[in-house]
């Protein structure tokens, strides 16, 4: 059954609406009624009363019209009959924000049950309980409910992302809407109690809006159903997963935390490795892949041509290319030919392509071309050093965009610096040229374009 | 003999000083006329006219006045001559930007070699050639000449880098701005035909307005040498090096960049631990440790405690403590009992102590407390999910600010996030606790606390 009632939903019952100050019930309120939402919103509360000028129902079989979705806020021992509600009503997903449940002990497990055997005997999807919900950015359909002054959602984009923790997938709601990457759908599923991780991997797999599927767990609930799951999904687009509880520490502050078991990390490697994820290794690692996979092809081999104004940015992004098992291209005689032709003597035509601090965009040009077109060569990455006098920086994005157009071949672009590198970074990711601030995290970001080659090829060539 | 005359002269010539735009000659003069700079600042070139309303002087045997410091852009094949007359006016030091040198091939080995015969007869010390040469943050003598609009230049603070590389140097002065990253000293040295990487560590371990000394190196000139000034120097204070060419392919791209050898690293790697340099494993890594070393004290070992509002961020630094081989502390009995005490039942008081996501500031301070005090405790790392509606960052803050006056135990920040967290990290970094946006990070930075504590205690030990 499609989780789209829970990420599209029509109509929304909120039930614990509410008007009063520094309430969830409130904040869901303000986020569905005035964030852009299009859908219908109806406010449940015991209460009465009004919210925001629109009628309270006291109980969700009170609201007139059809309901999709129920994002539930009341206390734990209320749910079961709000769900007992909403089956009565005809709901289609409900997302429990509430916590109170089996996350506290043997009595909220049991409460837990009880709601999982009502949904599930009407049929009625569940995120959380205990969760931040969901964000769906291009219909703003929104349950983070964190006061707007210091949480920021991010734009549409086709990054989606699948949190096991609610505070740190609302930090990464926030990051994502600082550097402006953009999001398709964002869930906190909380205890999974129904809907889990292979549920949603699943789900997105099929979303058109998303490119690429970026996951923070700590465990999963269902090893050998989440394998297929991802296994599935990654022929269609690419998963990279942070799997926190690596170290053995790690592992025991994962059970106190969401009481998974952390499990052997090697059976994760394993895990995933089977199912075609890339694994993150750090929480930037995930956004550097997520970004570039975001905005470019998989690359078709492991062979890396760098170009730059600066030899020891080469140097340092040469090193990261050998230290993570990639290769650095060898260029053909004819690229080589070309290079000797247009650069000056002092450059080198050597991969790293040095084309020396009083490099022109022309000369970036011709070398960027060589690189591009080198049959020897899967991927290229750019270093710019806009500090040089001699680099017109909106020309140099204009070369990027037309390079971009131009070839097939993943393309990235490094721009250390500060104000003017970031403003002229933001361009050329505008025109869908990944760009990254050191050479290292360039060189992650390539690693993800061709580690999903390797998975595309793998995944083909099997069942 | 000291290189005073290099980052504190009183009075300075500029060889090639000019007001055409778009040249070097040109960008130095506005730098030192119109910077900040303090001391005399005289145009020297052979045409002639004026330089902004200044007299230009065709040699600087011309000069009126006494001249400490030359700063040198005018052709190579000049340069001998310049320096004949730098002798005969007893200037100091020259700082020689102009290319075309050794870096070129013989015949510029031979003018480099001549320039340092008549340097060292008349006893003036040389940066370069080939380089940017320096920026003094504190007095603005500056000679990166880099247009403006494109190159930031950071505050005043206590980090002094040397960099091998001259572009690369650049992104990072304007990376170093852009952040709020203050800085006491920058050196670009070129060929370093005179003054070395050793000259430099020698004189920085002296200066009074560094406090740490980051380098990015692709080799050294004379490594017993080296060895023994960064021996000396890391007793007084912090050296963090990046040293590129780790890897065959990197080293080879060192060789067609500065010429160095980049040598086999297991020697650089051995040279490092003699000398008591950390060395850092990416531009990341350098930043996050430069900036921790910078303000908080060395860890007095390697046990690190961790309080979090969220258990998905405590779980990633864990991992982060334990891949790098530190210590997750073991709280002892009695801040174990506080932490019971204090905390809610769902809390967790084990490290990583979690205070949960509703946590106030109230409930920080009594966790941040009781590890502090823990004297099986070396270092703490607090991680602030800002977006939680519990937590007031401003009263945040300041408790973090009260716990850094009151206790000497190294005290590190990390608030994922975006527009809101960034605020309050700056805020928190004024106040002198380094904040840091992902738990990796935080964590690099804590090991470079580590690390230098094992260092001064290992020299202490040693001749």
Same mark, same amino acid.
């Given at each position: ?104 002990? *043997?009595?909220? +497990? ?7 055997? !009502? %949904?599930? @005997? &009407? /049929?009625?999807?569940?995120? $959380? ?98 394998? *297929?799951?991802? +296994? ?7 998963? !990279? %997963?942070? @799997? &926190? /509880?690596?170290?053995?520490? $790690? ?114 040009? &011709? ?97």
């Amino acid at each position: 059954m499609s989780l789209d009632a829970v990420f599209n939903a029509k109509s929304i019952a909120v039930v614990g609406g509410s008007e009063k100050p520094g309430t969830l019930g409130r904040a869901l309120m303000e986020n569905l009624l005035f964030g852009g939402y299009k859908g219908r919103v109806y406010a449940v509360n015991i209460r009465g009363d009004t919210v925001f000028g629109h009628p309270v129902f006291r109980r969700v079989t009170d609201i007139p019209d059809e309901v999709e979705l129920a994002v539930i806020v009341v206390p734990a021992r209320v749910v079961p009959n709000v769900l007992r509600d909403c089956a009565a009503k005809g709901v289609k997903a409900a997302i429990i924000i509430s916590a109170g449940f089996s996350e506290t002990g *043997e009595e909220g +497990r049991k409460l837990e049950q009880e709601v999982v055997s !009502i %949904a599930r @005997k &009407a /049929g009625i999807r569940i995120i $959380g309980p205990n969760c931040l919900g969901v964000y769906n950015a291009h219909n703003r359909l929104d349950t983070i409910f964190n006061p707007s002054d210091r949480q920021g959602k991010p734009k549409p984009g086709s990054i989606a992302f699948i949190s096991q923790s609610g505070a740190l997938g609302a930090a990464i709601l926030d990051w994502f809407s600082l550097v402006g990457l953009g999001m398709s759908k964002f869930v906190s599923y909380g205890n999974a109690a129904d809907v889990d991780e292979a549920d949603l991997v699943e789900y997105l797999a099929k979303d058109p809006q998303t490119r690429v599927i970026c996951m923070y767990i700590e465990g999963v609930r269902n090893g050998p159903r989440f394998v *297929e799951a991802a +296994r599935r999904a990654a022929r269609k687009k690419p998963i !990279i %997963a942070l @799997k &926190a /509880g690596r170290t053995p520490r $790690g592992a025991a502050a994962v059970t106190s935390h969401t009481g998974s078991l952390a499990g052997e990390d090697r059976i994760y490697d394993a895990a995933f490795q089977r199912s075609g994820i890339i694994r993150a290794r750090t929480l930037e690692d995930l956004f550097a892949k997520a970004k570039a996979l975001s905005l470019q092809p998989p690359a078709p081999g492991d062979r890396i041509a760098i170009v730059t104004n600066g030899g020891g940015a080469g140097v340092i992004a040469t090193d990261a290319v050998e230290a993570l098992g990639l290769k650095m291209a060898d260029l053909s005689p004819e690229t080589q030919r070309i290079l000797q032709q247009k650069l000056p003597p002092h450059a080198s035509w050597r991969n790293p392509v040095d084309v020396i601090g009083d490099a022109p965009v022309e000369r970036y040009d &011709a070398a960027v071309r060589a690189v591009m077109q080198d049959p020897q060569v899967d991927a290229v990455l750019v270093i710019f050093l806009f500090q040089s006098p001699a680099l017109d920086a909106p020309r140099a994005v204009e070369m990027m965009d037309a390079m971009n157009r131009e070839f097939t071949k993943p393309l990235i672009a490094c721009t250390p610096g500060g104000e003017h590198a970031a403003k002229h970074a933001r361009l050329m990711e505008e025109r869908g040229i990944p760009v990254y601030s050191t050479p290292e995290e360039a060189v992650l970001a390539i690693e993800g374009l061709v580690r999903y080659g390797i998975i595309l090829r793998k995944l083909a060539g099997s069942q």
